[in-house]
């Protein structure tokens, strides 16, 4: 018999178990109903109780409980409270007998019985056992319905170990992957930066309706993230409509405010009928304005309106629509120089521009590489319902590759999971081998070619390349990064002392006169190279302009 | 008994009544026959599935008797393993918490100690007047005595009453094994007497009176009394009345119960005796349940008995089980309509 014997501690209820008489049976006694439940075998009870006082008392329900339970042993331990409704001196002795108790878990089993005592002592119980003091669940007894001679009523046995239950351990496990974990499509990010912020975005998406500006370059993930954050919106009931996803960039010309906004019949040469618009689409739902630097000036002061009024007019009609979504908007621009520029209205961005969020790339969360690559794993396992493991060699050969500086990424997961779909599907029987890896590293790298070298991977080291020719291989990566931005300002300047205002524009603050076209000169003599000869190196690449 | 003795048996707590009588059975047969069982599905259709206290305590009790080892033997457990080793007799003592029944205890292991190598004194704490099981009145005055008949040496003490809910109950039962003869019990033989006994305790005279009185209007007794046992152990009443016959004795007992008046106690168990008394065969529902393990243990007999019970039904599938004889059950030739002839042959 390999179960714990079961010990109860608990006060002698000083009213409720105060009964005497042959009637006292005819009366519902907590700690006598202890003794008597057919589901309950007690081996040993602890009886905590003021003895002088209650000498009597003591003395009937030894007596009872060994009428009742024979198998069950009652220790009665002197227990002198002055005033028991007093908090601190009720939790001061009951932890004074927790410590004092020789509590012996491996060989015993213990329950708190919380329906004597005052109430003061039941909160004292459960404060003590919730902090493991008393290494126990509690008890709880229940009188019958109605007093019958012989019914002990109901009890309960609370484990406050809430994991131990499944429907709560379940909501906790829900609540958590309804969160930041579903955020991240489930990926154990580590990078605790990005961890940070996607925790920031859950409370603001479960708090707020308000719209969200999701930054970041192309690839880092802001559409998976609007749509995972749609999904948690959905499951908690925030939102009822569907997830409409809109790429700006592709929304160009006459056909944008009506694919938008939609249209009335005949608003145009061709309008045959009408079109609700991917607004209208999105109501009680969630709108996902990817790239939303492309939008025309029209579009977005109509989108400013639909936003703040929830109503807007479709092209060519007066009567208004209303929708209410929830906005979400992309983008890989800095939109503040876009305003500066007037190609964005100050309006909406400042509307946008309440919950910004800033989407880094894989370069900047290299840490974060090994999981999103067992992401990726998965993902083409689901697709295509083969698994695909890489051997540990390659793995490592792989991860070490994806977290050097070669691997500049400019196309952030996207390049991962492309990369990983090409490694899936060219392993033979389910193993990526260290030669698979091997060959799609040089891939990599022959598809990034003129970006690999550089800092930003926009094409600035194309003028390196352009300005230096072979003798690139013989300057430091320390000063090539800063000869990379020096080029940089000059292809852009006017002249060699504009460029030089550019570039020693701090120190030029500090003093009065200097001459800094003469230092950017000196500067470029090191490499050999001369201002005009950057100039017209960078006028023969196209891609600068 | 049987030439499969070591492989387990498998049992199905749920089926017959599919209450503790299936185990108690099967433990009382495995600690005869030495063949283990399993079963499994205990009380699997009951609020509170599994084994209860006073199951626990059959087990624990048949554990000892039957030097056994057991498994799964916790409270709620629907499963329990039981490998029993040799019968042993001596000194036991067992305890039944929450007023459970000593009888049903007693049921369980006198069996096996009939046959044990050496004479027992065992005593049992609990109850010995419980709604669903033998009060012990009847096993005192219907079921020993037709013991003590086949030959087996078994005295009973009730030292205390115990009701329901206080308990505590304290019954002595002295044990001397040896072997047991064949009965054949198919007429009850000429009335002896018609008794009325009212226990009491801790509670006013009177409810004794009003049971007695209404017992003295519904059958045609010889003899009542009133009987008052030893106050400080909780409330008790019953209503025991007893049938007597040269050949068996009937013994119906009324339970007081909170809430049921003292009238209502004794025209149910007037009730019972009148039925009893009407459809005329010696062994009552109750004494039918508990005959079986004794004829088993003669190596066979029979008796005759109205309509079979599903407790009866339920003793009989696991001695089959068990292989340990051929129970077979058959209307009665005298009364064929009302009376059931049972028959064990080994």
Redesign the interface.
Known sequence: ???KPLVVIGFVGTVLDAATG??R??RWRPTVAI???????VARLELLLDERRFTKLAATLRH?L???????QVQIHDFHLADPWDFEQVFAALHEFARSYPFDVEREDYLVHISTGTHVAQICWFLLTEARFFPARLLQTSPPPKQ?????GSYAVIDLDLARYDRIAQRFARERADTASFLKSGIATLSPAFNRMIEQIERVAVRSRAPMLLLGPTGAGKSMLARNLFELKRSRHDLKGRFVEVNCATLRGDGAGSALFGHVRGAFTGAQGERAGLLKSADGGLLFLDEIGELGLDEQAMLLRAIEDKRFPPLGGDREVSSDFQLIAGTNRDLAEAVLQGRFREDLYARLNLWTFYLPGLKERAEDIEPNLDFELERFARLNSERITFNREARERYLRFAMSVDATWPGNFRDLGASVTRMATLASQGRITVEVVDEETARLGRLWGHSRRGVAGNGHDSLLQAVLGDAIGEIDRFDRVQLCEVLRVCAAARSASDAGRTLFQASREKRTSSNDADRLRKYLKRFGLEFAQVQAAAKALPSLK | MNTKKDSELLLDGSQGEGGGQILRSALALSMLSGRPFRLTKIRAGRSKPGLMRQHLACVRAAALVGNAQVEGAEIGSTEIGFRPGTIRGGQFEFKVGSAGSTMLVLQTVLPALLRADAPSRISIEGGTHNMLAPTSDFIADAFLPLLARMGAQVQMTVERHGFFPAGGGLVHVEVRPGPLQPLHLHERGASTGLEAIALLRSLPQHIGERELEIAARRLPLTASARRDLSAGFGPGNALVLKASYANVTEIVVGLGEHGLSAESVAENACRELRSYLAHGAPVGEHLSDQLLLPLLLAGGGSFVTGRPSSHLETNVAVIHAFGAAQVSIAPDQGNPQQHFRVSLET
């Open positions: 018999m390999q179960i042959p009637a049976w005819e003794g008597m439940y057919e589901d309950l075998a009872d060994a009428q009742v339970s024979p198998e069950t019958r001679t012989g019914d002990c």
